[in-house]
């Protein structure tokens, strides 16, 4: 049958000669192609000692940011949350007191901010949502853990280490 | 043969058990590690330095996983199939002659716990023995892919025993005797039966390779089309068992074809070597240098598994009866017109 796209190839098959179907001088050659893997520099790491370079935009854990007084950024708008796509940030809003002005910028601010990190799929909208430049996924590589409960993120491992200690 | 040679007999058993042992279980060490060197990675680091204490760990592992037997299987059979594996496995090391007679506090000591004069048809009877383990394991499983494995087991081992024999008697045709401890000393320094069997050993040792059920020819266990093959219903020490008893298949092959064809613990400059170091080291050197031996035969096994893919089965039953065993016929005939030849003309 004409082929549509012309493209067919044919191929031929061509019966082996005796060095083929011999096997051994084949088994030699592929001897001598592992004894030359055996001596080369291993291409894997060890990996929790040894860590590679991240790339300069890779997205890891979040962190929660401060402000350059080491006020904390989040004003609990939930803007991330409508934004992220997996479902994964929760957060309860609550109104700033008297005498906390060090510790939050705004008058509104997340008394409870959780990701699961099971659910994040580090996209990076959270990110691009924020417009008080709060979230950021710069942070390492998320760990392994045994239960489940143990990967939802609260603010005790979400918010930046303040600024003076 | 006084109380005194009993017990050096004992001890000398007792030694050759547990360095077997120790060998299997770092061979599975080694593999692990040659094999991540070959695909240009680490290999297992955690348990100990350099991962040295492995072997120790997966040992511990497999005492400690649940033995389950399947309901549909034959318990007794189920039971005797690793069993007789591991017990064939290391009988087969009885008539290996290690070394040198040596000198300790004016005993002679032969480091061989029996030279009977049938040694090489002794090894012969062990290792066709060490099918039934596998064949019983598979058909006592109950299960398909065992039985396909058990199967491939019998009539791979079946087909290359054949050509494995036929190889040894072109050997025997130039050794003239059946006794491994003769065939040792007959190649004394450099006078090893490979310079004068070429061909032989390659066909012993892709034979050898068939009867280990190594790769390329681990059609039996052949993780890809049978899951596990004969050991697929088998877990904890009982799975140990036969992947134990693969590794001393190696260890003691590899010992067979030291003996057989590579000189054994003879070397080149061993009588200058024996008379500076006397009868005990000598001897022992000697032995040293066998190990050495072994060692590399070890690591080919390993180097050909991480290199080769599996044989197809059609293709494995074609180059066992139409290639090997012709070619070991043709040995045969060429080392007996050479060696008479040779006689005719006083060489």
Redesign the interface.
């Known amino acids: 049958m004409e082929s549509l796209s012309n493209k067919k190839k044919v191929l031929e098959v061509k019966p082996l000669n005796f060095m083929e179907r011999a096997y051994l001088p084949a088994i030699i050659g592929g001897l001598a192609t592992t004894m030359k893997h055996f001596f080369r520099k291993p291409v894997t790491i060890s990996y929790p000692e040894e860590k590679r370079e991240f790339s300069e935009n890779f997205r890891g854990m979040h962190s929660l940011k401060r402000d350059e007084d080491g006020k904390e950024r989040c004003t609990a708008c939930g803007l991330c949350a409508l934004s992220c796509p997996a479902e994964a940030i929760t957060m309860t809003a609550a109104e700033r007191q008297p005498g906390e002005e060090n510790l939050y910028r705004e008058e509104k601010y997340a008394a409870v901010y959780e990701i699961n990190m099971l659910r994040c799929i580090f996209c990076g909208l959270c990110e691009e949502a924020c417009p008080k430049e709060a979230i950021y996924l710069d942070g390492d590589i998320v760990p392994a853990d045994y239960l489940r409960k143990d990967f939802i993120y609260g603010k005790d491992k979400l918010v930046e280490a303040p600024l003076n200690q | 043969m006084g109380l005194a040679d009993i017990l050096i007999k004992f001890g000398l058993i007792l030694i050759i058990f547990v360095i077997s042992l120790v060998m299997a279980m770092y061979s599975t060490y080694a593999e692990r590690k ?1 094999a ?7 290999g297992p ?1 955690r348990a100990g330095p350099w991962g040295i204490l492995q072997p120790l760990a997966d040992g511990g592992k497999m005492f400690l996983k649940e033995e389950i037997i399947p309901t549909n299987a034959t318990p007794f059979l189920f039971i005797v199939g690793p069993s007789l594996a591991i017990l064939t496995a290391c009988i087969g090391s009885a008539v290996i002659p290690w070394g040198q007679k040596m000198t300790i506090g004016g005993h002679i000591v032969d480091l061989q716990v029996t030279d009977i004069n049938v040694g090489v048809l002794y090894i012969f009877g062990v290792v066709s023995l060490g099918v039934y383990g596998v064949m019983i394991g598979g058909w006592a499983s109950n299960n398909k892919y065992s039985l396909l494995g058990a199967i491939r087991a019998a009539s791979q081992n079946i087909s290359y025993e054949i050509s494995m024999g036929l190889s040894i008697i072109a050997l025997l045709m130039l050794t003239g005797t059946l006794s491994l401890r003769e065939i040792a000393e007959q190649q004394h320094s450099w006078h090893w039966n490979v310079l004068r069997q070429p061909l032989g050993f ?1 066909l012993f040792i892709v034979c050898a390779f068939a009867e280990t059920n190594r790769t390329p020819f681990d059609l039996p266990e052949c993780e890809t089309e049978l899951v596990g093959g004969y050991h697929t219903e088998y877990s904890s020490m009982k799975l140990g068992f036969y992947l134990f008893a693969e590794y001393i298949n190696m260890f003691i092959s590899s010992a067979v074809m030291a003996t057989l064809y590579w000189g054994g613990y003879n070397y080149p400059g061993m009588d200058w070597m024996n008379g500076l170091l006397g009868t005990t080291w000598g001897p022992l050197f000697g032995v040293a240098i066998f190990f050495i031996k072994i060692c590399l035969f070890i690591f080919f096994f390993m ?2 598994r ?3 893919p599996r044989f197809r089965y059609d293709q494995l039953m074609d ?1 066992g009866w139409k290639i090997l065993i012709p070619l070991a016929i043709a040995n045969i005939v060429l080392t007996g017109i050479g060696s008479t030849l040779l006689t005719h003309f006083g060489f």
Do not use: C, K, P, S
Not at chain 2, 36 to 42: C, G, H, K, N, S
């Open positions: 040659i991540a060197f070959f695909q240009d990675r680490i680091n390659i180097w050909v991480w290199t080769i180059l």
